[in-house]
C-alpha cells in the first residue's frame, strides 16, 4: 500500500483533533452537606419531590477540595430512585452529567458534555456510597 504525503497529513490532522481528556479517569469524593428536598408532591417522600444541591468535591483521599459540584434531582421512584442532573466544576472546565441515583448501592451516569478542557465531554460516571447515611460519595469520571 503506498502511503502518501496527503495520507499522513490527513491522519495527523485527525489525531490532533482528539479529546485532550480522552481516556482519562477522574476520581473525586464529594461531600454532600449542601442538600435540601423541596416537598412537592404529598406529604414525605412522594414523586415529583425535589432535589437540590451545590456540594464541595475533593481529591481522591478525600482532602484537597478540587471544585463543586450543583444541579438537581427528581423524585421518580419512591424509595428506590431519582432522576439527576448537575455540573461539576474544575478550575479546567465543567463536566456536566445525567441520569438516575438509586437510594441504595452504585449509580451510573452519563455524562452529556463539558466546557474548557472538557468540551465535548463524553462518558459515564459512577457514583459510590462511602457510608449508609449518603453524607458522602466516591465519585469516577470515566471520559471517551
Request: glycine letters at 12%.
Amino acid at each position: 500500500m503506498k502511503i502518501t504525503l496527503s495520507r499522513i497529513a490527513a491522519l495527523a490532522a485527525a489525531l490532533t483533533t482528539l479529546p485532550a481528556f480522552a481516556g482519562e479517569q477522574i476520581k473525586l469524593v464529594e461531600r454532600a452537606i449542601g442538600e435540601t428536598t423541596v416537598d412537592l408532591g404529598a406529604k414525605g417522600d412522594s414523586v415529583g419531590d425535589t432535589l437540590v444541591f451545590s456540594n464541595g468535591v475533593f481529591d481522591a483521599a478525600n482532602k484537597t477540595q478540587l471544585g463543586t459540584d450543583q444541579g438537581f434531582c427528581v423524585r421518580t421512584v419512591v424509595g428506590k430512585s431519582w432522576e439527576c442532573f448537575w455540573t461539576l466544576t474544575l478550575k479546567t472546565g465543567q463536566i456536566t452529567i445525567e441520569g438516575p441515583f438509586t437510594d441504595v448501592g452504585d449509580s451510573l451516569f452519563s455524562i452529556t458534555g463539558g466546557t474548557g478542557k472538557y468540551a465535548g465531554a463524553k462518558g459515564s460516571m459512577t457514583l459510590h456510597p462511602r457510608d449508609a447515611k449518603g453524607s458522602s460519595y466516591d465519585f469516577s469520571y470515566d471520559l471517551l
